[in-house]
């Protein structure tokens, strides 16, 4: 540890174990929103691959817990309902991956945050988007695509799928479901990428896992919390959550132009 954060590491740590936890209890409450919170935090103490090698290990067994938390089969069941969304979002994310080449990152993220801040503010003024529960398959497609583009021209996906969700009125307890599915299975897709690009290493793994328990018992701490509200208190702490994540890419975004 003391390599990647130098001499002062143990109170580095017990930061960066804080933050984890923070990102916990913010995931468990909303379902999304936990790599943000570590990545703003532990790039205040450590180069940014080191930061982004501390998010993998807490992000994908956060997800997993989130995606399984009422069993497989009901995991397997929201994987069906949205099959069409998710298709259609690795399709676009594929091929709108190639525009990464010839976009700057200034308006790959104001082309996400910017409409993301508008329809959070939006809704939470009492003038949301709302879609039918099951608006059909060229919708949920065309939604699917549009989330696509955005995370294959920045690697952000998940204010677009929770925007999606949440005008579907989609119930908190499937939300939450479905958030942990896809956020689960682009995590073991993130894990390989980096095991790969080295910055998951054997100098980083051990600083990854060792947030892997503060995560999880802030998670634990937000569930408890998530258990306690209703639809309509889940719905407002979402779009809360939503308008701060679109801030922060819109913040991104203009300090890289």
């Known amino acids: 540890?003391?390599?990647?954060?130098?001499?002062?590491?143990?109170?580095?740590?017990?930061?960066?174990?804080?933050?984890?936890?923070?990102?916990?209890?913010?995931?468990?409450?909303?379902?999304?929103?936990?790599?943000?919170?570590?990545?703003?935090?532990?790039?205040?103490?450590?180069?940014p691959e080191v930061a982004l090698a501390g998010v993998i290990l807490p992000t994908l067994f956060t997800n997993g817990w989130q995606a399984?938390?009422?069993?497989?089969?009901?995991?397997?069941?929201?994987?069906?309902?949205?099959?069409?969304?998710?298709?259609?979002?690795?399709?676009?994310?594929?091929?709108?991956?190639?525009?990464?080449?010839?976009?700057?990152?200034?308006?790959m993220l104001l082309l996400i945050g910017v409409p993301i801040v508008v329809y959070a503010a939006f809704s939470l003024a009492g003038r949301p988007l709302r879609l039918p529960p099951r608006p059909?398959?060229?919708?949920?497609?065309?939604?699917?695509?549009?989330?696509?583009?955005?995370?294959?021209?920045?690697?952000?996906w998940g204010p677009p799928t929770v925007a999606m969700l949440t005008a579907l009125q989609t119930e908190k307890t499937e939300q939450m479901r479905i958030q942990g599915v896809i956020y689960g299975l682009g995590a073991v897709a993130l894990l390989g990428a980096h095991l790969g690009s080295g910055v998951l290493n054997p100098a980083t793994v051990p600083l990854?896992?060792?947030?892997?328990?503060?995560?999880?018992?802030?998670?634990?701490?937000?569930?408890?919390?998530?258990?306690?509200i209703d639809q309509a208190m889940f719905r407002r702490l979402t779009l809360a959550v939503l308008v701060i994540a679109g801030l922060n890419l819109v913040r991104r975004g203009l300090l890289s132009l």
């Open 208 to 228: 990854s896992a060792t947030l892997i328990l503060p995560a999880l018992g802030g998670m634990w701490l937000g569930l408890r919390i998530q258990d306690r």
């Open 1 to 47: 540890m003391e390599t990647l954060l130098g001499a002062n590491w143990p109170v580095l740590m017990l930061f960066a174990a804080a933050v984890a936890m923070a990102g916990g209890v913010v995931k468990g409450v909303v379902g999304f929103a936990m790599p943000m919170v570590l990545i703003s935090g532990l790039s205040s103490i450590a180069p």
């Open 68 to 107: 399984l938390r009422q069993g497989v089969r009901a995991a397997a069941g929201s994987l069906a309902r949205f099959r069409v969304f998710l298709l259609a979002g690795l399709v676009f994310m594929l091929a709108s991956a190639q525009l990464v080449a010839v976009m700057s990152q200034a308006v």
């Open 136 to 156: 059909g398959w060229r919708v949920e497609a065309g939604i699917g695509a549009v989330a696509g583009v955005f995370g294959g021209i920045s690697g952000v």
